[in-house]
Structure formats: C-alpha cells, structure tokens
C-alpha cells in the first residue's frame, strides 16, 4: 500500500490514555463532517461522521464533537491502543455526496506501549 | 481493501510521457472516484464517475482525463505528465454518492521526473 510521508502534527499518546485529535474546518456553510483514519500503506478508512444540527456522536471507541461557533472539530479515541497508531483527517463538506468532499491535512497518532 | 485493486502500485516517468493508472472493483458500485494525496493538502478529488460512461472533474481535473467503459474499471490518465503530478493517487469506489459508503484503495506512487 501507499502512504504519503508528510511532516505532520504529531501526537504521541500512552496505551490505554484517551486521545484527542483536532480539527479546524473552513466553511461556516460546510453540513457534513467526517474523521478518516489512514494507517501506514493503506488508503483511508471511513471512521465516524456528523451533521452540522449536532454537536457530539459517539461510536465504537470514538467520539466527535463539532464546534460551529469556532468552525472547529475533534475526534475523541478512548483507551488508545497500538492498533489506533496512524494518521488522522477530518473533511468536511456542503452535504453528505461523495463528490464534494475537502480534507484537512491530518495529524499523526503515535501509540506508545 | 474491500475488493479494490490499483495498478500499477508504483510508477517511476519523465515529464511529458502519457500515463495511466488504473483502479478495478469486484464489488459492482456504481461510483468511483480518483484523488491524489500530497503533503500539507490531505486528499483532493481530481475525477468522479457515477456509472458507465458517466464522468465528471473534482477540484483538481486539470492535466487528467478518466474513462470508464465498464463498471469494474475507472481509468487515470495523465496525457502530458508533470512534475507537479508526482503524489501518491487513491481510488475510491461507492455504492451510492454518499461519503459514509466510501471504500479507499491501495494507492499508487507516481514520481514524475
């Protein structure tokens, strides 16, 4: 697999801590936000998404909150494990179409055993 | 990688040859996409195809062409390649527009000299 090799925000977390990883979005208009975890040789993977009308969802493990008043949003990893080492992006969009989507830069997650 | 194959997986070329990358699915979605991943620039969507014949460009379309004359095949070609077109490009396939039903390739590294 592929991978870009980038001077990325780092964010180096104990096993077993909770991670929290940040966002800044662009666009006031923007609907749709989604966190994307890329682990290293991969493409990205889908892990969690959010309407502008919320302000927090919870899956498996992950929480996002959204802050519209200062266009900012955060991916919460609970219990970090080694297997949550990678890079992280968070996208935002005018809806939810596949089409319309702008990424942010990512932040690279280090799990420390 | 959810049923995903892009080739070639790395491509070594001089400025001004013809290439092209292509992405196959097994998975019979009617979408699939075509993004590029540079440093400081997360993903941009260069291409986007909603079925058999049916292409429209992303935000970053200038330089590429796609064609897709079958479901399972989306083709990248760079008529004239630059160096500004050295990345790493990521395939996506869908089964409907949506972000959420999104599945990323492999990837392929491209350098152009």
């Known amino acids: 697999g592929e991978s870009v090799g980038l001077h990325l925000p780092t964010l180096s977390v104990q096993e077993g801590d909770n991670s929290i990883i940040n966002c800044a979005y662009s666009?006031?208009?923007?609907?749709?936000f989604i966190w994307y975890k890329q682990e290293s040789g991969k493409g990205p993977q889908f892990i969690i998404d959010?309407?502008?009308?919320?302000d927090k969802r919870q899956g498996q493990r992950v929480t996002v909150l959204l802050n519209k008043t200062v266009k900012h949003l955060s991916l919460q990893i609970a219990a970090t494990q080694p297997g949550d080492s990678a890079v992280y992006f968070c996208?935002?969009?005018?809806?939810?179409?596949?089409?319309?989507?702008?990424f942010g830069g990512g932040t690279r997650l280090m799990v420390k055993p | 990688d959810a049923g995903i194959t892009q080739s070639p997986r790395h491509k070594v070329t001089e400025t001004g040859t013809p290439v092209t990358l292509r992405c196959h699915q097994t998975?019979?979605?009617?979408?699939m996409y075509w993004y590029r991943q540079d440093p400081g620039h997360g993903l941009r969507l260069i291409h986007y195809?909603?079925?058999?014949?049916?292409?429209d460009k992303g935000e970053v379309s200038d330089g590429y062409s796609v064609s897709r004359s079958k479901t399972e095949d989306f083709l990248l070609t760079l008529e004239s390649a630059t160096s500004s077109q050295t990345s790493v490009y990521f395939c996506?396939?869908?089964?409907?527009?949506?972000?959420?039903?999104?599945?990323f390739g492999p990837g392929t590294r491209l350098t152009v000299l």
């Open positions: 195809s909603y079925g058999v014949k049916d292409t």
């Open positions: 666009n006031s208009a923007s609907d749709y």
């Open positions: 996506a396939i869908g089964t409907s527009g949506r972000v959420d039903t999104q599945y």
């Open positions: 959010i309407r502008s009308n919320m």
């Open positions: 998975e019979n979605h009617r979408y």
């Open positions: 996208a935002e969009a005018l809806n939810n179409a596949g089409n319309m989507l702008t």
